[in-house]
C-alpha cells in the first residue's frame, strides 16, 4: 500500500511562485511512477507533470511547460513541483499520484495511477 501526501498549497498572487510538496510512504520512488495532476473549479482533472524512471525524464503539461519544475528526493522519497509565474488559470487542487512504471504513452492518463494523494488547493488571485 502506498500512502501520498502533499502539502505547500494555498493563496497566491499572480506571477507569483509556490513549491507544492508529496511524500510517498510504503514503496521507494524507484519502484513507482510519480505524477502530479490537477483539479480545476470546472472538475476538469489535467495532467501537470512526471517523471519518467526508464528514461529518467520529465514531462509536462503544455500549459505549464516553462514555468513549473518537477523534482525529486529519493532519499526522502519525496516529490516536488515548483510552480512559478502563476496564472489565475492554475487554480486548482494539485494532487500526488503514484503508480507502476509504465509505458510513455500512458503517464498522461490519470487512470492508470492507482494512488492518490488528498491534494492540496492553488489559488491564484490578487
Known amino acids: 500500500q502506498v500512502q501520498l501526501v502533499e502539502s505547500g498549497g494555498g493563496l497566491v498572487q499572480p506571477g507569483g511562485s509556490v513549491r507544492l510538496s508529496c511524500v510517498a510512504s510504503?514503496?521507494?520512488?524507484?519502484?513507482?511512477?510519480m505524477a502530479w495532476f490537477r483539479q480545476t473549479p470546472e472538475n476538469e482533472r489535467e495532467f501537470v507533470a512526471v517523471?519518467?524512471?526508464?528514461?529518467?525524464?520529465?514531462y509536462y503539461g503544455d500549459s505549464v511547460k516553462g514555468r513549473f519544475t518537477y523534482s525529486r528526493d529519493s532519499a526522502a522519497n519525496t516529490v516536488y513541483l515548483q510552480m512559478s509565474s502563476l496564472k489565475p488559470e492554475d487554480t486548482a487542487r494539485y494532487f500526488c499520484?503514484?503508480?507502476?512504471?509504465?509505458?510513455?504513452?500512458?503517464?498522461?492518463?490519470?487512470?492508470?495511477?492507482?494512488?492518490w494523494g488528498q491534494g492540496t488547493q492553488v489559488t491564484v488571485s490578487s
Open positions: 499520484a503514484a503508480g507502476p512504471n509504465m509505458i510513455l504513452r500512458s503517464l498522461r492518463d490519470w487512470q492508470r495511477y492507482s494512488y
Open positions: 510504503g514503496r521507494t520512488l524507484n519502484s513507482l511512477t
Open positions: 517523471f519518467h524512471n526508464n528514461n529518467r525524464r520529465t
